[in-house]
């Protein structure tokens, strides 16, 4: 069974910084992955950052470019999403999700095949 369990999250000041982990089971990460999303209330899910197993490479949505950096520990079956200079901005649930892969061609957010419990971040001005 594909779980993924986001943690991490909480109220930090404007400036401030936090790091989310995504802890998963039930599949093999080298085959996937794993995105960051978050969703601000009233609003939809947005694509924040990405990992490709295969290649490592990563992906990031405009918003966080330069803030935000993703990485991932495979010998704990852990993602990481560091967030600094945190602005209300970024105030959302932010959740992992597992995909086939990052981006479809146009570079759009690949839509997971499976979501993650999100973490509650609040970003305090």
Not at 16 to 31: E, H, N, T, V
Not at 44 to 68: M, W
Not at 88 to 117: I, K, L, M, S
Request: hydrophobic share 30%; charged share 15%.
């Amino acid at each position: 069974e594909v779980q993924l369990q986001a943690s991490g999250g909480g109220l930090v000041p404007t400036g401030g910084s936090l790091r989310l982990s995504c802890a998963y089971s039930g599949f093999s990460f080298d085959d996937y992955a794993i995105g960051w999303f978050r969703q601000a209330p009233g609003k939809g899910r947005k694509g924040v950052s990405c990992i490709n197993a295969n290649d490592g490479s990563t992906v990031y949505g405009d918003p966080v470019k330069g803030r935000f950096s993703i990485s991932s520990d495979n010998a704990k079956n852990t993602v990481y999403l560091q967030m600094n200079s945190l602005g209300p901005e970024d105030t959302a649930v932010y959740y992992c999700a597992v995909a086939r892969r990052c981006t479809y061609p146009n570079g759009r957010f690949y839509y997971p095949d499976h979501w993650g419990q999100g973490t509650q971040v609040t970003v305090s001005s």
